[in-house]
């Protein structure tokens, strides 16, 4: 995350140990600690050898890969800029200054560090876009939401800033979390939107909601699609899948209790908007 002096990212410092007990790491150019399959990610905005060193000392930890690169090759080559997806309009903080007391405009302040869900990735572009028509057209029976696998929780931010009052939004990545809550905070979001750390794979919530976003993977959503908790809320906006993956996905959905009311796609990617038959 940015925290001062930083205002930007520029170049990412990656040094991925192999275990996940390394001890406590204060330092004024951390951007965060990314824990995945038992080994910890940490990404600094300087070099970090002699800390590194350190580390491995006292922990007894191995260096497994490191590497230097700059925020935009991180982000897919992508310059992480200001957009819009009518009304909202999402700025990141290094250009918040962009964000205009325009009435016809709802902003956004957005640290996407270096989490997934900085408005880029196409699959994001489709849910926000998606998030926004069923909004102008549901405005007022959408008040509840579960995001499940937030990123840096922008999904939950844009249907909070259209109205949708009760969000819960999961991830399993504790750095995701830490992004997501610092993001609700920077646009007083607190009061509607809770970001719980959760690995949802055999840990499904309450799906009694108004509308479930899911931009995640084939085989998560594959679980969740053969779980009758799953199908428990009004709408569902889903995505993270391409069109080879679209067959299996389909045959698994439970047709019975749901419509299929649009399929959208950019780029290589493939979304579905869902409406439940049962629940009213
Ligand atoms: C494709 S990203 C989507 C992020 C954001 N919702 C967006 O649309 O940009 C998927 C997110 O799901 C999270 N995730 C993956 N597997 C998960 C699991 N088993 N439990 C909870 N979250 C998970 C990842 O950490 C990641 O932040």
Redesign the pocket.
């Known amino acids: 995350m940015l925290t001062p002096p930083y205002t930007r990212y520029d170049q990412l410092y990656v040094y991925n140990f192999d275990k996940i007990d390394i001890g406590q790491v204060d330092d004024p150019d951390l951007i965060g600690i990314w824990i995945e399959d038992d080994t910890a990610i940490l990404f600094f905005h300087k070099e970090k050898q002699e800390l590194v060193k350190k580390i491995c000392t006292r922990s007894g930890a191995k260096i497994i890969y490191e590497a230097n690169l700059n925020y935009q090759d991180w982000e897919a080559g992508l310059d992480i800029t200001t957009f819009s997806v009518p009304p909202l309009i999402v700025a990141p903080l290094w250009e918040e200054d962009l964000l205009t007391e325009k009435e016809e405009e709802i902003p956004i302040r957005l640290d996407p560090s270096v989490?997934?869900?900085?408005?880029f990735?196409p699959?994001?572009r489709l849910?926000?876009q998606t998030i926004t028509d069923i909004m102008g057209s549901n405005p007022d029976s959408i008040k509840s939401m579960v995001?499940?696998?937030?990123?840096?929780g922008?999904?939950s931010l844009g249907a909070a800033k259209l109205g949708v009052n009760q969000i819960r939004s999961?991830?399993?990545?504790p750095f995701?979390c830490s992004v997501a809550r610092k993001n609700v905070a920077l646009n007083s979001c607190e009061d509607h939107i809770t970001v719980l750390e959760?690995?949802?794979?055999g840990a499904l919530p309450d799906t009694h909601v108004d509308l479930l976003?899911a931009?995640?993977?084939k085989g998560?959503l594959l679980d969740f699609f053969g779980n009758p908790d799953f199908w428990n809320a009004k709408y569902y906006i889903i995505?993270?899948f391409t069109p080879s993956m679209e067959e299996d996905l389909l045959a698994a959905l439970p047709m019975d209790k749901l419509k299929l009311l649009e399929r959208r796609k950019s780029e290589t990617w493939r979304l579905w908007l869902l409406a439940n038959s049962i629940v009213k």
Do not use: E, P, Q
């Not at 989490?115 to 408005?119: A, D, E, H, K, M």
């Open positions: 989490i997934f869900g900085s408005g990735h699959t994001t849910c926000l995001d499940l696998g937030t990123g840096t922008l999904l999961y991830d399993n990545n995701a959760t690995d949802l794979r976003v931009n995640l993977y998560l995505s993270g």
